[in-house]
T-cell receptor, first 117, second 112 residues
Framework: GAVVSQHPSRVICKSGTSVKIECRSL??????MFWYRQFPKKSLMLMAT?????????EQGVEKDKFLINHASLTLSTLTVTSAHPEDSSFYIC?????????????FGPGTRLLVL | SQQGEEDPQALSIQEGENATMNCSYK?????LQWYRQNSGRGLVHLIL?????REKHSGRLRVTLDTSKKSSSLLITASRAADTASYFC????????????FGKGTKLTVNP
């Protein structure tokens, strides 16, 4: 149980375009979803926390207009990287916690590797 | 500031040996978690230990927590090549929020 999927797993886009990444909890209701960014050989950096039906809370230094987060349902959150630039290239990972899963534990998606050319 | 700091940063051992990774943190916590990440993949939750627990076991994993020293250790016994991964400790964010703060991780390589 407590499976989280992410789509796409890998995306290459041109500079200036927008990319949407989906995060789904498959077998539990995710009241909270988290979006992380990870640089090569580095730890995870929390970008934002989103609760279903409300605006996301962004961490300091993360541009909310650039990284649009929507958590419209208890099983789906999306991260849209707008007007992507090469420096946005990274590994993006979502996680979810929720009512029917152990709340203190986050369940992670497999990640999305974004390459902006 | 970095909450969890693992050491060593990298560890290379032979199959069958035990691997010990340590994590130190700065603030008071009510639990600490360990996660594993295979290269290029998401994280997998391994174990959660609460502040009132000193030791916890799960299969070949043994986690200890010393709240007086603000440190935790993860021991993997009888390691296998498949244990090769990065291991992160994670503690709750400020005020015990739902957020997790991850350490920098220990990259474990188990050589066959």
């Amino acid at each position: 149980g407590a499976v989280v999927s992410q789509h796409p797993s890998r995306v290459i886009c041109k500079s200036g375009t927008s990319v949407k990444i989906e995060c789904r909890s498959l077998d539990f209701q995710a009241t909270t979803m988290f979006w992380y960014r990870q640089f090569p050989k580095k730890s995870l950096m929390l970008m934002a926390t989103s609760n279903e039906g409300s605006k996301a809370t962004y961490e300091q230094g993360v541009e909310k207009d650039k990284f649009l987060i929507n958590h419209a349902s208890l099983t789906l959150s999306t991260l849209t990287v707008t007007s992507a630039h090469p420096e946005d290239s990274s590994f993006y990972i979502c996680s979810a916690s929720g009512r029917t899963a152990t709340q203190e534990t986050q369940y992670f998606g497999p990640g999305t590797r974004l390459l902006v050319l | 500031s970095q909450q969890g700091e693992e050491d060593p940063q990298a560890l290379s051992i032979q199959e069958g040996e035990n691997a010990t990774m340590n994590c130190s943190y700065k603030t008071s916590i009510n639990n600490l978690q360990w996660y594993r990440q295979n290269s290029g993949r998401g994280l997998v939750h391994l174990i959660l230990i609460r502040s009132n627990e000193r030791e916890k076991h799960s299969g070949r994993l043994r986690v200890t927590l010393d709240t007086s020293k603000k440190s935790s250790s993860l021991l993997i016994t009888a390691s296998r090549a498949a244990d090769t991964a990065s291991y992160f400790c994670a503690t709750p964010g400020e005020g015990g929020s739902e957020k997790l703060v991850f350490g920098k991780g220990t990259k474990l390589t188990v050589n066959p």
